[in-house]
């Protein structure tokens, strides 16, 4: 699961003004997507490039990969 390093993006968005809505309409997603990332509840592959993209910033300072227990 690719979860974000929720307090740098959220000061990256304010930093620029951007709401969470804002964020949304210029990636392309819905709002609930930003929401649930900037929860540290994961996201796709491509929201987070999108999001590195739009930050400049490299993958390794906005999110880390967490593997989830397999449940078995």
Do not use: Y
């Amino acid at each position: 699961m690719i979860v974000a390093n929720t307090k740098l993006l959220k000061t990256e968005r304010v930093k620029r003004g951007l709401s969470k809505t804002d964020l949304a309409k210029k990636l392309g997603v819905n709002h609930s997507v930003i929401v649930r990332v900037e929860q540290a509840k994961g996201t796709s592959p491509r929201t987070a490039k999108a999001i590195c993209d739009f930050f400049n910033l490299p993958f390794e300072e906005l999110f880390t990969i967490v593997e989830q227990p397999s449940g078995r």
